[in-house]
């Protein structure tokens, strides 16, 4: 193979349009995908891409910018109405994490284009709003001296981040479920292909990869909430750990989570056995939220709920 002349080498650098991105992950860019590596993926703006997918994605897009927009300012408003960081019960701890769903969300829709998903993502996150605000709405006020705390603000905050993010992974989670047995009946002849909008969502492989990178995200800071929880334990009560219910049953989480991204990672699970772990992992989390903290006493019985 002749080298390149000293010239020629200036000249390809100097006409090669730098603004591209290199993307090695056929399974959630396909389009761009030749087989053959890495290959050149133009970097459109935001707002480009929402405009050229068309007039039902702009519309959507928008509603989704405004509803997130107001439901910041109400969780903003909320603490400024407190004096503290507003998740104290677990009415402020719901709005707080479906908030952080939200816009983390808004931020995989962007980053990998998948419209789709907003209707089961965004239709998940305002389910559950509705269901904080229809039926464990808890009026501002004081927190209870236990919680009184700088911690509050790092524990709690660290474990809404992560539970709203290991919101979004479950919900893509049962996506990949719903797209991998529409995948499996379309290939055994029970049902047509082009069907609906399931087929319009992203394919399972696409899904599967979109839930792991989720799940990647969120655990670290889950782990990091459960380690400020100890720390904030032994001020507070003497003891780094006492099996306190609440204590249990996030540690019972993060293990389910770590054997997830384990299998995941190690034992190269895929497909439906690994996302059954993961959303085994999420029930865990919720069993511990709506049913631990509220319905079994404990040094961590601060729901607020009645």
């Not at 990869?209 to 032994?234: Q, S």
């Not at 865990?284 to 607020?304: D, E, P």
Request: aromatic share 16%.
């Amino acid at each position: 193979m002749a080298l390149l002349k000293r010239e020629e080498w200036q000249g390809f650098v100097r006409d090669v349009d730098w603004s591209y991105s290199y993307v090695d992950d056929e399974a959630v860019y396909p389009e761009w995908h030749s087989g053959t590596g890495k290959v050149p993926a133009p970097r459109v703006g935001a707002m480009k891409a929402i405009w050229e997918a068309g007039p039902w994605v702009r519309v959507a897009a928008a509603f989704s910018a405004l509803g997130m927009v107001a439901h910041l300012v109400a969780v903003v408003t909320r603490g400024l109405a407190v004096d503290r960081a507003p998740w104290g019960n677990m009415y402020e701890f719901i709005t707080a994490l479906t908030c952080v769903a939200a816009i983390f969300f808004g931020y995989i829709v962007v980053r990998y284009r998948a419209w789709t998903l907003g209707v089961f993502v965004m239709g998940a996150v305002v389910l559950a709003l509705g269901l904080a605000e229809t039926l464990i709405y808890t009026p501002a006020g004081p927190l209870v001296p236990a919680l009184q705390s700088y911690w509050l603000s790092i524990h709690v905050t660290a474990m809404t981040l992560a539970t709203g993010i290991f919101f979004v992974a479950a919900v893509l989670g049962i996506m990949y479920l719903v797209a991998e047995r529409y995948r499996a009946r379309v290939a055994a002849g029970k049902s047509q292909p082009g069907n609906g909008l399931i087929a319009r969502i992203p394919s399972p492989a696409q899904l599967d990869k979109l839930t792991y990178r989720t799940v990647v995200f969120g655990f670290p800071v889950w782990t990091f909430g459960v380690i400020a929880g100890a720390i904030w334990a032994d001020q507070a009560w003497g003891r780094y750990w006492g099996w306190d219910p609440v204590e249990t049953w996030a540690f019972i989480t993060w293990v389910i989570y770590a054997a997830y991204l384990h299998a995941r990672a190690t034992a190269g699970w895929r497909g439906a056995r690994a996302h059954y772990i993961q959303l085994f992992g999420f029930a865990s989390l919720i069993t511990n939220m709506l049913v631990v903290q509220v319905f079994i006493t404990g040094m961590h019985s601060y729901a607020g709920v009645s």
